[in-house]
């Protein structure tokens, strides 16, 4: 379910609710779930929803949703939940060509003190219909 | 004034669909390219041998009223030449096809997801402009013309080719007079000939393809489109030249950026490929005519556009004619996400 980037593990990130596919419209609703690792420190959370493109050409790439929450000293140690709501748009819709494909993802990215990041990516599809994204040939 | 001189004067009704005045459009085309060929040769010779001067060729001979009047030749043979070049091209750019008045309200459609003026409503797929209305059908595509960028190119190439091998000629005839040969730039300037050749038979036949075939003129009954819809078209054709085959073809492309090393490069690949239309042995008799349906496949993909990457449509329409080069139109189509 998720592709993880990590400098150094001093935090575990867990999006809940996220549902794998969604159509134009649609309310995306998840909640986002920081637990700090014993004794490390979270200085702050970025969360967005984006669409990004992967193949072979350079990759491009698009947020409809973005926050970052400034923890406070006193609560930068404890266990942060957040609600993240957003409508879908109506493009890009998830596509699988052959040059290029258009993903969708909640990305967290949380900055601990010390200066590490801990990143994590909730892939999903966005879909005219729900169902499977777009193929070149239409199948 | 009879015909022919007018027409040569005028430079109009090239390759009209009588027999004759179909030759002249070609005797007009090759005499404006030998004149713009022939100004550029007597320029370079010109003005190779007033840089040789100081060295060599004394200028004594040639007075300066002898190189005005050989600058003036050159420079009047080159704008006769652009000249018909140009009136030809910009005829073929701005001619309706059926010669038909146009209405005077023609303008731009605004359509309605124009008329949002902060954010589109369809994110990364791009606006749907450049349509107007149409006569037959409500929308009128505008067409680009691949061979364009082509025809310049070819047309850069041939004077850049034929200034070198002037050049050349140029430097081996004096060394000639001056009793000796410079058997290399001889054989640089025999090994030129043939680039000059292909690179101005190439610009001359682009050139003429671009004037004969006249513009498309391609009409839709609904704009801009959706996945699973299908709309009606209608294609005019003018043409001044029995076709050996129509063809329109849609087409969806994934264009794709790259950078690799130090370049940028650019890949494309068709991912949807429809026939709509295919007729063979056309006559120039009238402006060609003919309506047909085209259906967007049902879970076919949106076009798209980010900065590296693109999703587009288009409606080609292509044209041959025995013995001439294929030729061919695009007219770009926005397909935006199926309605909610």
Partial sequence: MSGVVTKRATARIVVSDVAPSYIPGSDLDCVIRVEPSPGAAVKQIDARVQWSTCGKGNRDCGSIFQDRIELAPSDQSLVKTL????????????????????????????????????????????????????????? | MNRWSWFLYAGRKAFSRAAWQRWAGIVVGSLALVSVLGGFVLLVVTIAAWTAAAS?????????????????????????????????????????????????????????????????????????????????????????????GWMIGAGIASLVSVGLLTVLCWFVWQTYDAGTVDWWALGAAVCCIPVVAWSVYRFFLKF????????????????????????????????????????????????????????????????????????????????????????????????????????????IVSASVRGWPRFERAFPIIVQPPPA
């Fill in chain 2, 208 to 315: 003429l393809v671009f004037v004969a075939f006249g513009p498309s003129r391609l009409e839709i009954s609904q704009y801009p489109l959706a996945p699973g819809q299908t709309v009606q078209l209608s294609l005019r054709q003018p043409g001044q030249m029995r076709l050996h085959l129509l063809e329109v073809v849609l087409l969806c492309q994934e264009v794709v950026t790259y950078s690799q090393g130090t370049n940028v490069r650019t890949e494309t690949r068709n991912v949807v490929e429809q026939r709509l239309f295919r007729q063979r042995g056309i006559a120039a008799a009238e402006p060609f005519q003919c309506e047909f349906e085209m259906a967007i496949p049902r879970d076919a993909m949106h076009s798209f556009s980010a900065d590296s990457n693109r999703i587009q449509w288009k409606i």
């Fill in chain 1, 83 to 139: 609600r993240l709501t957003t409508v879908m748009p109506r493009s890009p819709v998830s596509y699988r060509g052959f040059l290029l494909q258009i993903r969708w993802a909640i990305v967290v990215r949380v900055t601990m003190v010390d200066g590490t990041e801990v990143v994590e990516e909730y892939p999903f599809a966005l879909t005219a219909r729900g169902d499977s994204p777009n193929s070149p040939t239409g199948a």
């Fill in chain 2, 56 to 148: 060599a060729v004394s200028l004594a001979q040639w007075s300066t009223m002898e190189l005005t009047i050989r600058l003036v030749i050159a420079a009047a043979m080159i704008g006769i030449g652009v000249y018909w070049m140009a009136g030809s091209i910009w005829k073929v750019a701005t001619l309706t096809p059926g010669r038909k008045t146009t209405s005077a309200d023609r303008q731009e459609i605004v359509l309605s997801n124009e008329r949002v003026p902060v954010s589109s409503p369809f994110p990364t797929v791009p606006a749907p402009r450049g349509v107007v209305r149409g006569d037959v059908m409500p929308y009128r595509l505008t067409g680009a013309n691949p061979d364009l």
